[in-house]
């Protein structure tokens, strides 16, 4: 019997990259989604490259794709070479997803469409082509992160905001179709500042950081979900929630690797 695989997206830097070296330290072997890569890395740093490496130090195997998740054909495509080559998915976590800032009138609707694409149709079209698959094995969690911006409207952020509470509702509509099929649905609704590149990025080089947690509290998270039995689904919990349960380390700063 093969190990447990996670199927990580946005997993070049922050969160996602942080998600995938714990995972593996759990034993789970690892798929590496995003779109840097060592060969089209992004003005970001990280690629899936370097994450997949991390996750081999640990003794497990990994995956590292590079994948536009705006492409329907990269997502399907990434899902196959998954099974293809590791042979299972047990936990899939969308956790990938863009931002777009400014005034939400004056942008132009190609920002609106791609949030769209990245926060909410990818999720959807992983879970479509992931969790049947999930249900024939008779084993699957899904993980999805939210923010506290869907219930927190802020100046532009209205496509981050409406993606994110529709990604919500999916996956509570998605536990109910799921409902006694041994695979579970979940959100995660970041309300604390975790640290990540792409977030001090926006935030800018003199912003102060120095209360922001270490994104290993996501890790702390998600593993206790994927840990629940089938039918802890269709939550949408915090990390506070997560707290109060003794699931998630208390507040931890951020101490920047080097």
């Given at each position: 019997m093969t190990e447990p695989v996670a199927f990580i997206t946005g997993a070049s830097r922050g969160i996602?990259?942080?998600?995938?070296?714990?995972f593996a330290k759990r034993g789970y072997d690892i798929v590496c989604v995003a779109r840097s890569t060592g060969d089209q890395p992004t003005r970001l740093p990280g690629t899936v490259?370097?994450?997949?490496?991390?996750?081999?130090?640990?003794?497990?195997?990994?995956?590292?794709?590079?994948?536009d998740l705006s492409s329907e054909d990269d997502c399907r495509a990434a899902v196959e070479q998954a099974?293809?080559?590791?042979?299972?998915?047990?936990?899939?976590?969308?956790?990938?997803?863009?931002?777009?800032?400014?005034?939400?009138?004056?942008?132009?609707?190609?920002r609106w469409r791609l949030a769209v694409e990245?926060?909410?149709?990818?999720?959807?079209?992983?879970?479509?082509?992931?969790?049947?698959?999930?249900?024939e094995a008779g084993h699957g969690r899904v993980i999805n992160?939210?923010?506290?911006?869907?219930?927190?409207?802020?100046?532009?952020?209205?496509?981050?905001?409406?993606?994110?509470?529709?990604?919500?509702?999916l996956t509570e509509s998605l536990a109910v179709e799921l409902q006694g099929r041994s695979v579970s649905v979940n959100a995660i609704r970041l309300e604390v500042d975790v640290w990540t590149e792409g977030y001090a990025f926006t935030l800018g080089?003199?912003?102060?950081t120095s209360k922001f947690e270490d994104p290993i509290v996501m890790s702390d998270a998600c593993l206790w979900i994927a840990d629940q039995p089938?039918?802890?689904?269709?939550?949408?919990?915090?990390?506070?929630?997560?707290?109060?349960?003794?699931?998630?380390?208390?507040?931890?700063?951020?101490?920047?690797?080097?």
């Open positions: 996602g990259k942080q998600l995938a070296v714990d490259d370097e994450t997949a490496d991390l996750v081999r130090v640990e003794g497990r195997r990994a995956l590292a794709v590079g994948a099974y293809g080559e590791l042979g299972r998915i047990d936990v899939l976590i969308n956790n990938a997803a863009i931002a777009p800032t400014g005034a939400s009138l004056e942008q132009p609707m190609r990245i926060n909410l149709n990818a999720p959807f079209l992983l879970m479509t082509e992931i969790c049947p698959r999930m249900v992160i939210s923010s506290r911006v869907a219930v927190e409207p802020g100046f532009g952020r209205a496509s981050y905001t409406t993606t994110k509470r529709a990604l919500e509702a080089e003199d912003a102060d089938a039918d802890y689904s269709g939550n949408i919990v915090t990390i506070a929630d997560l707290r109060a349960l003794g699931a998630v380390r208390p507040p931890t700063p951020f101490v920047k690797r080097t």
